[in-house]
């Protein structure tokens, strides 16, 4: 299933936050047989929310958000999302009694911001949060998942795994392998990168990282990396390392591998 | 102006690479007076790349892409912006002539590999990449700016300076603090943030960043901000910062205020 991500909160957008979240989803996505294509940073704007919603869902099978879950006033993805897909908000009696629980437990009140993170888009189930307090969502509309997380890295993790469970596992295997390539150039490789690509008709995809200046002492490291539904991925991509080496060799660059991860 | 960034690769959607360059984008615009509304992350291909754009510029004036301006066969970003808008592919004379110098002053010949990196959109403006070999590129297009930096973030920095100085100064002045808040639960504090909200008539946000459990010993990094063109934000400010100065106390909180940086 194609994957995409929308990580919503103004600290994301301004960069007071980097993104960490999005990479930790998408790499979990991938190791379990699914494909991400989008990643999606909006504010914590109903409009803006919306809009990204509709735009990744023309666009994907899965949406997985991140941000806005809690009690405060700027939590306000739930909202968004369930006036964006005209869906009532209504009070989840599971997410209810949890909550009121837990706050009660500690002799609180059970006050209107708590009680705010238990109400769900209509015919959402909540998702429960092992390390902190707003539940999670999954929402099925018009043939979508739409899963949203909490943005505290933490809760979000911890949720992960109950995706992935519901999900189940995706039909693509994915194999990436790394070679570091020292004296070559971007440009002087760049032929053979082409001619990997269509030898392995686009099976294989093959991207240089510079890690430093093309004109002076250039090192790349060259991704090898292939997405496949059969098992010929793996001799494949063996294939296309071989025809790294011996190109290093005969331009007279030096190579270092890394092992398979 | 209304800022909106487009990061273009496999490796960051894949989460390989973490989205540090977007960070560090908006960063620099928000310093400089302008506000970013959206950060999107797309694959290296091209109707991807053609959906982002048109997703962005329905909503923000400038555009700043990062990736996909090297000379490999992945490095498409200038073709497919092209191409979106319909606009020809044509070699951009000062470009191509920097880029054979310096080749040739190495000894080397100016391979197709070599002179794809002097094409640019037709009408748009190489940006001089002082740390690598593509150049940038700065386009006027119904309206909209759109600047494309590469994706190595030593190279994007060194054209940072460059975009600012053709977008100017906004009119924009930000400024954030940060209040560290030691044993009080985000749904504790949740009212407070809703009265200074309304208050300050959405002239200030607040958010509450949970550092810990809700349930156990909470601490929360409370963030007072807001943008402004008039000299009344630092004074407001202020005045929300007392707001939750006298609610920690009467709460039993305990409070840690960060310089002002």
């Known amino acids: 299933m194609d994957i995409a991500i929308l990580s919503i909160g103004n600290e994301v957008v301004k960069g007071r936050t980097v993104n960490t979240n999005a990479s930790e989803i998408s790499k979990a996505m991938i190791e379990n047989g699914h494909q991400v294509k989008y990643i999606l940073t909006c504010m914590d704007e109903p409009t803006d929310i919306c809009d990204s919603l509709k735009f990744l869902t023309e666009r994907s099978d899965v949406i997985i958000t991140s941000g806005g879950l809690g009690p405060t006033v700027d939590d306000l993805t739930i909202r968004a999302i369930s006036e964006c897909l005209n869906l009532k908000l209504v009070i989840n009696s599971d997410a209810e009694k949890e909550l009121r629980k837990r706050y009660n437990d500690l002799g609180l009140d059970f006050t209107e911001e708590r009680k705010k993170m238990a109400y769900l888009p209509e015919g959402a189930e909540p998702i ?12 099925k509309h018009n043939g979508k998942l739409i899963f949203s997380t909490p943005g505290v890295p933490r809760e979000m993790r911890g949720m992960l795994a109950q995706i992935l469970k519901i999900l189940g596992k995706g039909n693509l295997n994915y194999i990436s392998r790394d070679m570091k390539v020292y004296g070559i150039m971007e440009s002087t490789i760049a032929p053979l990168e082409r001619e990997i690509m269509e030898k392995f008709q686009n099976k294989i995809s093959v991207k240089s ?53």
């Open 209 to 261: 990282h510079p890690e430093s200046m093309e004109f002076k002492d250039p090192v790349l490291t060259i991704e090898i990396y292939g997405y496949s539904k059969d098992n010929d991925l793996e001799r494949e991509i063996e294939g296309a390392m071989e025809m790294v080496r011996q190109h290093v060799v005969q331009l007279g660059g030096r190579l270092e591998e890394k092992e398979k991860s």
């Open 128 to 139: 429960q949060n092992h390390y902190g307090t707003a539940p999670g969502i999954f929402l």
